[in-house]
């Protein structure tokens, strides 16, 4: 299951078949007039053709993904008799149980021969990771349907995505857990609350859009939208591609964010790592810097104390010279440390 929309004239279904994308429409369960302008005659003889047909097609389905044709239970508590049979013969019934497989054993695993670029098999890789994370969107969760719900529509989607779904069993067969049981996680209503029916705080009750948008957005998205009561987001087509330039609703720019901003964020870590990198890099230049400048300074000090050091001898020469030539003597040395030795005359 790929993407499925609810429109007017019924449900459309894209599912990915051998690498095909097959879509189709299933009408919404209403009563039924029976045109005065169409011939079934020609019609029954295009169902002759056709049905015999997809039963081929089934049988090779059922046998590339190692399933018997007719489709068996294989759930082992299932009684060989005319109840069961007649359980089975409902499709919605057929939905909610594991099927047999022909052979029950474990998934070799494929050696890799890789066809084509490095891009061409990151693609398929990618591509076939994406298709299984969407086999199991709900793969950890149980679902309860209300009897106001469409379970057929419900119980296809959600079991082709890796949920468990079941319903009162009043309401028919195919029902493997109850309103009670502590297992479920999402709870699908179409109505408000029941006032004699007390909510299970472990679990969400949300309106059956919010399945659909979920499969469409190929993520679990938000529940708080989807509350019974709640003003639903548009429903929006996944079939209606818009070109460059067209108007886009704000619903699905909003779908698109969150991939978007993944995206981004995953740029920001790798620049951010980079940009860590060179700060690093940077930092072990200034210390070698600073030890550089710290050693070179030593050497200077050093160097200015020595020449203090003969500056006092000279000025202990020239005490029994004059006052006058002694004043001009220390202006000149003054003059010369200042010009010399900044650093000196701030100690002075």
Not at 39 to 62: A, K, M, Q, S, W
Not at 182 to 208: C, W
Request: hydrophobic share 35%; net charge negative.
């Amino acid at each position: 299951m790929s993407t499925v929309y609810c429109g007017i004239q019924g449900f459309y279904f894209e599912a990915d078949i051998c690498g095909e994308p097959v879509r189709w429409r299933v009408p919404h369960a209403r009563a039924y007039e029976r045109p005065q302008d169409v011939d079934f005659r020609i019609i029954g003889t295009h169902v002759e053709l056709y049905c015999p047909l997809l039963g081929f097609i089934n049988f090779r389905l059922f046998a590339l993904a190692g399933l018997h044709y007719p489709p068996l239970p294989a759930v082992q508590n299932v009684p060989d008799d005319g109840s069961a049979t007649a359980e089975m013969d409902d499709r919605i019934a057929a939905l909610t149980l594991p099927l047999r497989s022909q052979v029950e054993d474990d998934e070799a695993e494929v050696d890799d021969f890789p066809v084509g670029g490095t891009s061409v098999v990151e693609r398929q890789k990618a591509e076939q990771e994406e298709t299984k994370r969407i086999e199991n969107l709900f793969g950890e969760f149980k679902f309860f349907l209300q009897r106001e719900i469409d379970r057929e529509q419900l119980t296809f989607v959600i079991r082709s995505c890796g949920g468990a779904v079941s319903w009162d069993r009043t309401l028919g067969p195919g029902s493997t857990y109850q309103e009670s049981d502590e297992r479920i996680t999402h709870q699908i209503v179409d109505r408000g609350a029941h006032p004699t029916k007390p909510r299970v705080v472990s679990r969400y009750y949300l309106q059956p859009q919010w399945v659909f948008d979920c499969v469409n957005a190929k993520r679990l998205v938000p529940p708080e939208k989807y509350f019974p009561g709640v003003q639903l987001p548009p429903h929006l087509s996944p079939f209606v591609e818009e070109a460059p330039g067209e108007y886009v609703p704000p619903e699905k720019m909003q779908l698109d964010t969150p991939f978007s901003m993944a995206k981004q964020k995953s740029d920001s870590e790798s620049e951010a790592s980079d940009d860590d990198e060179l700060e690093s890099d940077t930092e072990v230049r200034e210390v070698e810097t600073d030890e550089n400048s710290s050693s070179d300074n030593s050497e200077q000090t050093d160097e200015d104390v020595k020449v203090a050091k003969r500056s006092a001898q000279n000025a202990g020469t020239v005490e029994t010279l004059s006052k006058r030539q002694m004043k001009m003597k220390e202006k000149e040395m003054k003059r010369y440390l200042t010009n010399s030795f900044p650093c000196l005359v701030l100690l002075m």
